[in-house]
């Protein structure tokens, strides 16, 4: 159901159901849990994320196992899909959704919680829940207003349209639009940042996140924390006198 390989310097995590879209079952969030944690204790410098198949990346909760739940099951259900997806913030490599076809629903959320996202042409975003008379449950209500603003993910969630990629760029959800093999295009995009040190990219990714979560003053204050300690890196000491000896920085994540 779930395939995680190691290709070049990247982890590569591909969702494996393509007979059900690539549905998010609950054994399959588990494992997805389970492959993200492997991939942040190996030597990757980023974690890809994409589906099996030219026609999803994932199409969401499965919803054959959503009907007939206590409201109990309902609730741990969800608070599991957050849970897992919520690692992806935390995690040591950041990570990239590379969108091959529908990305609905909890498919849609998987993307949301990555780093950053890159659509192929046929990529189709949608938060389709309220035609099943549900809402988000994974996260969608909460990173897509911060990621693409109040009336946008409004307009998302309550009409559960479908956005394709041109779009889905245009407003900010996507990243960059890339052609096929997506996968090589995933890797030299994450060449754009992986060569720099991955304590520098763990410290701006935890200021950026907190910045949407607390008020002005905070947010600035948490930028100095995290600002000294990326100065207190033997990787800072090596970018700066890198620079100063005019020669390319050797990070060593250190
Ligand atoms: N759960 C379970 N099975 C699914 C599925 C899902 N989310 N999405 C697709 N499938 C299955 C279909 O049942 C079908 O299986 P069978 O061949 O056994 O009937 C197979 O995948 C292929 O799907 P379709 O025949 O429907 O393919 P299509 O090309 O006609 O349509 C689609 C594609 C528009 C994506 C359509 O499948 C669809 O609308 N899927 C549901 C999308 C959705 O509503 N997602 C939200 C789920 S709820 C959620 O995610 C809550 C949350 O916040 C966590």
Do not use: W
Not at 198 to 215: C, G, K, S, Y
């Amino acid at each position: 159901m779930i395939e995680l390989t190691h290709e070049d310097e990247f982890a590569v995590l591909t969702l494996r159901r393509p007979a059900a879209l690539n549905a998010l079952s609950f054994e399959l969030i588990g494992e997805i849990g389970k492959y993200i944690d492997v991939a942040g204790a190996s030597r990757a410098r980023a974690l890809i994320i994409t589906g099996e198949g030219e026609k999803a990346f994932c199409a969401g909760a499965d919803i054959k196992e959503l009907q007939n739940r206590s409201l109990a099951a309902q609730r741990q259900g969800a608070e599991l899909g957050q849970a897992v997806f919520a690692k992806l913030d935390r995690l040591s490599i950041p990570s990239i959704a590379l969108v091959n076809g529908y990305a609905f629903g909890g498919g849609c959320e998987l993307a949301l919680a990555c780093t950053l996202r890159l659509a192929l042409p046929n990529a189709k975003f949608g938060l389709p829940e309220v035609k099943l008379g549900l809402i988000p449950g994974y996260g969608g209500t909460q990173r897509l207003p911060r990621l693409v603003g109040v009336g946008r993910a409004l307009e998302m969630v309550m009409t559960g349209r479908t956005v394709a990629a041109e779009e889905a760029l245009a407003m900010g959800l996507v990243n960059r639009l890339v052609q096929a093999p997506g996968l090589e295009a995933a890797k030299a995009y994450a060449r754009e940042f992986t060569g720099h040190g991955l304590r520098a990219l763990q410290f701006a990714r935890e200021a950026i996140q907190r910045a949407l979560d607390v008020p002005l003053h905070e947010g600035l204050r948490v930028e100095a924390d995290l600002s000294t300690l990326a100065y207190r890196t033997r990787d800072a000491e090596e970018g700066m006198q890198a620079f100063m000896e005019k020669r390319k920085a050797e990070f060593r994540d250190e």
